[in-house]
């Protein structure tokens, strides 16, 4: 009596693990589709929009960097550390600057595409 439970048991098991796999199984032409769909490019107006975006976040983030530099050495200077402040000031005026320049080129690269785009359109 236990065998047959035992036996009819794994059968259930195997009956409804083939059944779960084959219920995931993936559709080829459904699953290509996907795939080959693209998503259309933005147009010129957003690509614009998102180039003084980027321009403005660089400034934003190192607007914040070269504060929290300047506030590390203002701190450094008051607790007598007067190297560590130098230190901090231009560690937080150089990482300001690279994230200005960043910002700045990856924008300029935005709002050249855009240009091109409504200068493409316009010809």
Excluded: W, Y
Excluded at 33 to 60: D, H, L, N, Q
Excluded at 80 to 109: Q, R
């Amino acid at each position: 009596m236990r065998d047959g439970f035992r036996f009819g048991a794994l059968i259930l098991f195997g009956v409804m693990l083939a059944l779960s796999t084959s219920s995931q199984a993936q559709n080829p032409t459904t699953d290509q589709k996907r795939v080959e769909e693209k998503k259309p490019e933005p147009g010129a107006a957003r690509e614009i929009g998102g180039g003084t975006g980027a321009i403005g976040a660089g400034v934003a983030k190192g607007t914040g960097n070269l504060a929290k530099g300047t506030a590390k050495g203002a701190v450094d200077l008051v607790t007598l550390h007067p190297v560590e402040a130098g230190v901090s000031v231009g560690k937080g005026a150089a990482v300001a600057s690279k994230d200005v320049t960043v910002g700045t080129v990856k924008g300029t690269g935005k709002i050249a595409k855009g240009v091109g785009k409504a200068f493409k359109k316009l010809f």
